[in-house]
């Protein structure tokens, strides 16, 4: 079973940085697309970032230019350098591995981020 594991969370003020990660544990990672997707109090969960397989990414509009998500496939680890942090961007964030053939996609347990004012 695959296993994602995030950690890197924290509180932080307003315009610090935090940097996340995921350590996947199989080896499947490096041909996974991988996201970050957060989950405020009360909100939907939604999609923060992505990188397929050959390293292209996309951004949920309101993190560009702020957030940059990449990976290190020797050490099967996506991460998420969160700068210019918003007090909006409190959430639970969560690593998520799309499904490659028949092995079903996964998430990882969550992360608290706490952005202060």
């Known amino acids: 079973q695959v296993q994602l594991v995030e950690s890197g969370g924290g509180l932080v003020q307003a315009g610090g940085s935090l940097r996340l990660s995921c350590a996947a544990s199989r080896s499947i990672f490096s041909i996974s697309a991988m996201g970050w997707y957060r989950q405020a109090p009360g909100k939907q969960r939604e999609l923060v970032a992505t990188i397929t397989s050959g390293g292209n990414t996309n951004y949920k509009d309101s993190v560009k230019g702020r957030f940059t998500i990449s990976r290190d496939n020797a050490k099967n680890t996506v991460y998420l350098q969160m700068n210019s942090l918003k007090p909006e961007d409190t959430a639970v964030y969560y690593c998520?591995?799309?499904?490659?053939?028949?092995?079903?996609?996964?998430w990882g347990q969550g992360t608290q981020v706490t952005v202060s004012s």
């Open positions: 998520h591995r799309d499904p490659v053939g028949a092995t079903p996609g996964a």
